[in-house]
């Protein structure tokens, strides 16, 4: 069973501030995709990384895929308001899974003005 | 358009009963899914079809049997309730490519299902 533990599960910071999430796996995934997710919707995409050692940027997030493509972390830099919500990390499995979409425990982020 | 619809978005139900519920996907994705999301957040995968067929089913109760009638939709049923079966379901879609990488899923708004 691939597992991917993310952290922390709860952030609450101040505007302006860096935060950075961590999702870690001791499986290798054939990708890993980035979702984030508001109170009442459902998730949405925000970034899929598939080569190890991948770096994506979208506006303020940073978005990297380890080397052995076990781990990646996101970073958000000057948070906003309007980054609040629930950041889930999943990891695509490899054939034999059925290319199975395995979700993180999520990271509940607040930022406060 | 909605790409990933499901209904109802709420659901208030007594234990014991037995409940259906429908989702539908207009994007031409050949694989669809349904996800728990637990009171933690955790979002949890149940079942995945690929082309009506089912690839994928965690260990889930017996009492919870998907149906997919066509790769356009595929729906949940419950029977016999339970407390613990309170939850927000979501619906999903996604298209794997011949290379292996998975395109987005697509949620639906999600279904609270609430058992009293």
């Known amino acids: 069973t691939q597992l991917l533990e993310q952290s922390p599960q709860f952030l609450s910071i101040q505007e302006g501030e860096n935060l950075t999430v961590y999702c870690n796996s001791s499986s290798v995934f054939s990708s890993l995709q980035w979702y984030r997710q508001e109170p009442g919707e459902g998730p949405v995409l925000l970034v899929t990384?598939?080569?190890?050692?991948e770096v994506k940027k979208l506006k303020r997030l940073t978005f990297q895929f380890g080397d052995a493509r076990k781990d990646s972390s996101l970073h958000i830099t000057a948070a906003q308001p309007g980054d609040t919500g629930l950041y889930l990390c999943a990891g695509v499995g490899s054939r034999g899974s059925n290319y199975k979409l395995t979700f993180g425990k999520g990271t509940l982020l607040t930022v406060n003005p | 358009d909605t790409a990933v619809s499901q209904t109802p978005k709420y659901l208030v139900t007594q234990m014991g009963n037995d409940k259906s519920i429908k989702c539908e996907q207009n994007?031409?994705?050949?694989?669809m899914y349904w996800y728990k999301q637990d009171s933690k957040k955790f979002l949890k995968i149940m079942f995945s079809y690929n082309n009506k067929e089912l690839i994928i089913n965690e260990t889930v109760p017996n009492r919870f049997s998907p149906k997919s009638p066509d790769k356009a939709h595929l729906n949940l049923h419950i029977n016999s309730l339970e407390l613990g079966d309170s939850a927000v379901y979501f619906c999903?879609?996604?298209?794997?490519?011949?290379?292996?990488?998975?395109?987005?899923?697509?949620f639906g708004q999600g279904t609270r299902l609430t058992v009293v």
């Open positions: 990384v598939v080569t190890g050692g």
């Open positions: 999903a879609s996604s298209h794997v490519r011949r290379t292996g990488v998975n395109t987005e899923a697509f």
């Open positions: 994007l031409g994705h050949d694989t």
